[in-house]
């Protein structure tokens, strides 16, 4: 009996050391570590977002660029002059210096004459007077019309001595320094005026013009005759001597009439 219980306590002994050694020599799993490559590098959402906006920056600052070149060539302008020739789509002119200019049509041009509201390309022809407003390109020297007039009486300026003075017709005879000589219709419509350089310019009278005194002509000239002037406006200078010129074809003997 005594020898069973030892054998049982041996047995027991025995089973709570091979206990401790089983779980003595278990180890605690170490974890495992995957190795992998470092991630290419990648622009995030607000870098896109910034180059996308620097690229429309860029590409505005050079439409403006653009845009500010073509307006320093373009300039709005007028053309007056006599047609040399006339198309659908360009009218060629020589103004009063004596050079062509060409003016160029397209379907924005207009075509306006009070006395005729069918105007168009159609009615102008070599020989005609006009005058074309629009935009001038000062690298091709042409004209862009954006209104094209007929000009049937332009205003013309005529400066010379008074030789003549006819009161009852209420006209004015002045001859230029070329000796040539215009008659000036006064009418209704006529403003004069006198010049003094200490007073400058004030309001004058048909009557107050003399003789000798030299005048400035602005008017329309006559349809039927070439060599009278409707006055619009007359300035007479009552201290500018006439040109030396103008002395020399100055007819002293003439009188005013009465």
């Known amino acids: 009996m005594k020898y069973f219980s030892v054998t049982i306590l041996l047995l ?19 974890p495992s570590v995957t190795v992998t490559s470092a991630p290419t590098s990648q622009p995030t959402e607000t870098e896109a977002s910034r180059s996308g906006i620097l690229n429309r920056i860029e590409r505005i600052k050079e439409m403006v660029a ?77 004209l862009l019309a954006r209104v094209v007039t007929p000009v049937k009486n332009l205003p013309i300026q005529y400066e010379g001595i008074v030789t003549k003075v006819d009161t009852r017709s209420f006209q004015v005879s002045v001859t230029n320094e070329k000796a040539e000589t215009k008659i000036i219709d006064i009418e209704r419509s006529t403003t004069a005026f006198s010049y003094e350089k200490t007073a400058g ?15 400035l002509i602005t008017g329309y000239a006559s349809v039927t005759d070439k060599n009278i002037i409707a006055a619009d406006r007359i300035i007479h200078f009552l201290d500018v001597p006439p040109s030396s010129a103008m002395k020399n074809i100055q007819d002293t003997s003439a009188q005013p009439e009465e």
């Open 66 to 142: 653009s845009r500010v070149a073509e307006l320093k060539l373009v300039e709005k302008k007028g053309f007056y002059g006599k047609v040399l020739e006339s198309t659908t789509h360009q009218i060629t002119i020589v103004d009063k210096n004596k050079e062509e200019r060409e003016i160029e049509i397209d379907e924005l041009t207009k075509f306006e004459d009070s006395s005729n509201k069918s105007f168009g390309i159609s009615d102008i022809s070599k020989g005609n007077d006009i005058t074309a407003v629009g935009l001038y390109n000062k690298d091709t020297k042409r």
């Open 201 to 215: 310019m004030a309001k004058s009278g048909y009557s107050k013009i003399k003789i000798g005194e030299r005048v």
């Open 12 to 30: 027991v002994l025995a089973s709570t050391l091979l206990s401790s050694s089983a779980f003595a020599v278990t180890t605690t799993p170490s």
